[in-house]
């Protein structure tokens, strides 16, 4: 038993030490670029990747922004079912993240996919899109990267064909993206281990 736990451990742990920590300040950076120009941040994906979006969303949306004046504005595409049911039946499933950006996308946005294996269609469709206007985009994949590590201005890619390993180091990478975040924006010196704590007194 522990020697199943311990094989999945290192290869989290070996994928962890080849990510890319300059994609991560890059995407950091433009997070807080599109804040100060008053932007939407827009998440969206499938599945796990949809739980991952929402996650993502939610916490630039509280803890990314506590104690900020000028506040993160993010949503989460996959969260609203009512409307993904409805493109998906009435139009088609690959056009249920593009069909609300073409309602919402604004100059200034930035649009950011979450897929494991980098590939879906939906979430390629979305980024091609807010590309095509001149949205900057971002893309967590795994896996090869498929298309989606290739058609966006920042991305973090997960280098496993493990989709376990792609979902929890997804997490991770955006955890670190937050808390590089809330380093830039602090008002003075902090520590890493009281970060977090200095921004929700």
């Given at each position: 038993?522990s020697?199943?736990?311990?094989?999945?451990?290192?290869?989290?742990?070996?994928?962890?030490?080849?990510?890319?920590?300059?994609?991560?300040?890059k995407?950091?950076?433009a997070?807080?670029?599109?804040?100060?120009?008053r932007g939407?941040?827009?998440?969206?994906?499938?599945g796990?990747?949809a739980?991952?979006?929402?996650?993502?969303?939610?916490?630039?949306?509280k803890?990314?922004s506590?104690?900020?004046?000028?506040?993160?504005?993010?949503?989460?595409?996959?969260?609203?079912?009512?409307?993904?049911?409805?493109?998906?039946?009435?139009?088609?499933?690959?056009?249920?993240?593009?069909?609300?950006?073409?309602?919402?996308?604004?100059?200034d946005?930035?649009?950011?996919?979450?897929?494991?294996?980098?590939?879906?269609?939906?979430?390629?469709?979305?980024?091609?899109?807010?590309?095509e206007?001149?949205?900057?985009?971002?893309?967590?994949?795994?896996?090869?990267?498929?298309?989606?590590?290739?058609?966006?201005?920042?991305?973090?890619?997960?280098?496993?064909?493990?989709?376990?390993?792609?979902?929890?180091?997804?997490?991770?990478?955006?955890?670190?993206?937050?808390m590089?975040?809330?380093?830039l924006?602090?008002?003075?010196?902090?520590?890493?281990?009281t970060?977090y704590?200095?921004?929700?007194?």
């Open positions: 038993m020697n199943f736990f311990e094989a999945y451990k290192k290869r989290l742990y070996s994928v962890l030490s080849k990510i890319e920590n300059e994609q991560l300040d995407l950091a950076t997070m807080i670029e599109t804040r100060d120009k939407t941040i827009y998440f969206f994906g499938n796990g990747s739980a991952g979006a929402s996650h993502m969303a939610g916490d630039m949306l803890g990314g506590m104690g900020l004046e000028n506040k993160f504005k993010t949503i989460c595409l996959s969260d609203n079912n009512a409307a993904m049911m409805a493109i998906a039946n009435d139009i088609s499933y690959s056009d249920i993240f593009i069909e609300p950006l073409k309602n919402y996308l604004e100059k946005d930035l649009a950011i996919g979450v897929s494991g294996s980098g590939r879906s269609e939906n979430v390629i469709k979305a980024i091609n899109y807010a590309k206007k001149g949205i900057k985009t971002a893309g967590f994949s795994g896996f090869s990267g498929g298309k989606l590590k290739e058609n966006v201005d920042y991305s973090i890619h997960i280098d496993i064909h493990d989709m376990e390993i792609v979902e929890d180091l997804h997490l991770v990478c955006f955890h670190m993206v937050k590089r975040i809330i380093s924006l602090a008002s003075g010196p902090v520590s890493m281990g970060l704590d200095e921004r929700t007194k």
